[in-house]
């Protein structure tokens, strides 16, 4: 799936004046937790280049020795549920930290830059941090009706934050945040910079907590030693991230121009249908992505293409459709010098897109592949068997021959391999894309995609070499996916549930989350393969319940009492019944199944009440994500990430196991 993840950086908002390349010096004092009288004289002294940009929204002492840059998006589910952490951070460290924020609308979110524009609205009249609370509150309301109703609501003043929408310099201060965000790898949301330090993507509170932590201690010791206001600053950064810690004084606390496009490849946020999908910007791995041009779809010239894109996708994923959109621009900005490939990965949980590829292979086979892939997305939500047909007459084929195309063993074969391709790849959510082998995860906008090809272009042509030849010569030697990692991660286990013998020679830690569709798939296939080496094998269950899933901790706190009450028989019953029940979770299922399971009723109240069982389960989080664990379901054996390129099976699983037992 993709998993909870996703980009989160730290800047003090860049800009970009009209004539001078600078802004004039003004700062928030919209947030009612900052100090109530903090003058722009003040703001002189704490930040030597003249405070803050203008319009650059921030809560917070700006004595803090702490500085993040929250990179946002109004739209972006993943930034929502970040607001708790921040609150929660700020509670806890009320005189070291200042958040200031700035606007990245990312471009497949057609209300996220609107709303920025209404929130810098209401921050002229100094009720940013309201609006950004009623923003992300009615998130899937994002209309211009209710920017105005919202703007009442909060006490502004209506003719002024109507025209104030309109304001070009509001426009000018969120294209300028883009701008350095961009020039700093922060092109995705939501995305942090901890003194210069980038923390991508929803983290847990303990991941912030423990870099709020490192920073504070590097500041204060910096402090202590002499360093004061910018000096300090730009010192933190720079020993924070050398590379971008500057980059991010410079382009946001000091208000410089940031550069139009970033040196390499940046971040961005990948949104797989499978869930938040782990971005590959920045590598440059070779992967091979084999082309067979007897049976794959592909547009374009193979003999002048400088740069090969294959495409993964499928035709039900909503993602997928904005990848080929963005794919089609792509094509119209480069011309020959791009081909485009089709591979086919129909995910299992959508029911149409399987007959949907199907359906496109065979008009294939009449020359009309890439028109009925057009259809195909343009009417992702009928994908029916009737309006297979219906699209098949309207493009002009042999209806007859079209539909036993369709259901042959060989277009169900090259489904089955374009599938396999991409598991060997590492491809697990849609879409996925390998440029010249190198390889881009989600709906990327087309500057991710341009960062890569501009690159691959200037090889080319300074190799003198194109098309299909020079693409097999590329990724002839081209990565394939290893299902265990080389690295071992440190996992402290203590206290956790398991089943198995406790000193059994393999441990297969599973990361998961009760509520979590995915994680309810893999727990089969794991006592299947402990099963297959009896006695040999210990399953532990280390709880990583995801934010956005309210029942995953009532839930994982059950489990953990049943464990620490009737440890490994009890803690595999309620197991099972929670994943069993999984759709209808709540409060009072999760007791029920306790009741039913013989669960002490009374040390389970007690329990949601103590905080311990929050700070194990936060705990292991940070560990989690500290040995790579971005998603669920996420599993370890003998402390090695084992991700298999054919999904999770008792088979695949019971034979890595066998390998390690030898």
């Known amino acids: 799936m993709k998993k909870e993840t996703v980009v989160l950086v730290v800047v003090a908002a860049a800009v970009i004046a009209f004539a001078a390349g600078r802004w004039s010096a003004k700062v928030s004092t919209s947030d009612p937790t900052a100090p109530a009288a903090v003058a722009s004289a003040e703001a002189k002294t704490a930040l030597p280049a003249g405070g803050l940009p203008a319009l650059t929204p921030a ?11 929250e990179i946002s998006d109004f739209q972006c589910p993943f930034c929502s549920r970040v607001g708790p952490t921040i609150k929660k951070l700020m509670e806890e460290y009320p005189k070291d930290i200042r958040v200031i924020w700035a606007n990245q609308p ?23 941090w309201e609006m950004h609370d009623k923003l992300f509150a009615n998130q899937r309301d994002l209309t211009d009706e209710n920017f105005k109703k919202f703007a009442a609501e909060i006490g502004l003043d209506k003719a ?19 701008q350095a965000a961009n020039s700093v790898g922060a092109r995705g949301t939501p995305a942090f910079f901890i003194n210069g330090k980038l923390l991508s993507g929803a983290q847990p509170y303990e991941a912030f907590k423990k870099e709020v932590d490192e920073a504070l201690a590097a500041a204060k010791k ?19 991230d050398a590379a971008v810690g500057p980059k991010v004084v410079a382009y946001f606390i000091k208000g410089e121009k940031a550069p139009a496009e970033a040196a390499a490849p940046a971040r961005e946020e990948a949104a797989a249908d499978t869930g938040p999908a782990k971005p590959a910007a920045d590598s440059y791995e070779i992967w091979k992505g084999s082309v067979d041009a007897k049976v794959d779809a592909i547009k374009g010239d193979s003999t002048k293409a400088l740069v090969t894109i294959v495409e993964f996708s499928d035709f039900e994923c909503p993602f997928c459709s904005r990848g080929a959109n963005t794919v089609t621009e792509i094509e119209k900005a480069y011309g020959e010098k791009v081909r485009v490939v089709f591979k086919h990965t129909p995910l299992p949980f959508h029911k149409n897109a399987r007959p949907a590829s199907s359906a496109a292979i065979a008009a294939g086979k009449q020359g009309k592949f890439w028109e009925f892939h057009d259809k195909a997305f343009a009417n992702q939500k009928d994908l029916s068997e009737e309006n297979l047909s219906v699209w098949a007459k309207e493009l002009g084929l042999n209806v007859a021959k079209f539909d036993a195309d369709r259901k042959s063993p060989a277009v169900a074969a090259q489904i089955e391999a374009d599938m396999a391709l991409g598991q060997s790849l590492g491809v697990r959510g849609t879409p996925g894309f390998l440029i010249n082998g190198r390889k881009l995860m989600g709906a990327q906008p087309a500057p991710m995609f341009k ?23 590329i990724i002839a030697n081209g990565k394939v996916f290893t299902e265990l990692s080389d690295k071992v991660a440190e996992l402290n286990l203590d206290g956790l549930p398991y089943i198995g013998p406790k000193t059994a020679p393999v441990t297969i830690v599973e990361f998961s989350d009760f509520q979590c569709p995915f994680c309810s798939r893999v727990g089969e296939p794991v006592k299947g393969a402990a099963k297959m080496h009896e006695g040999k094998v210990k399953i532990v269950f280390a709880h990583f319940p995801l934010s956005f899933h309210q029942m995953a901790r009532p839930a994982s706190t059950m489990a953990q009492v049943a464990f620490e009450q009737g440890g490994s028989a009890l803690f ?6 929670l994943f069993a029940s999984q759709k209808e979770l709540s409060e009072e299922k999760i ?21 311990k069982y929050g700070q194990l389960f936060d705990k292991t989080m940070a560990m989690g994500t500290k040995a790579g664990v971005e998603g669920t379901p996420t599993i370890f054996i003998n402390g090695r990430k084992y991700e298999p390129a054919g999904g999770f099976s008792a088979e695949a699983i019971g034979g890595t196991v066998g390998k390690l037992l030898k």
């Open 572 to 577: 595999e019953t309620v197991h099972d019944k």
């Open 106 to 128: 990312l471009p497949f979110h057609d209300r996220a830059k609107p709303a920025a524009v209404a929130a810098m609205a209401a921050h002229k009249q100094g009720k940013f």
């Open 160 to 178: 002024k934050f109507e025209a104030d929408l309109k304001d070009a310099e509001i426009v000018a201060k969120i294209e300028a945040d883009q």
């Open 222 to 240: 910096l402090s202590a030693e002499g360093k004061k206001g910018m000096d300090l600053i730009e010192a933190a950064a720079a020993g924070r």
């Open 59 to 69: 809560k917070g002492p700006e004595t803090a020795l702490v500085t993040i840059v």
């Open 451 to 473: 960062a890569i090809i501009d690159e691959e272009i200037a090889k080319a042509e300074k190799a003198g070499k194109k098309g299909a030849a020079y693409y097999e010569e």
């Open 591 to 611: 007791d029920q199944i306790a009741k039913e399971a013989g669960v002490d009723m009374a040390k389970l109240a007690a329990a949601k009440k103590d905080p």
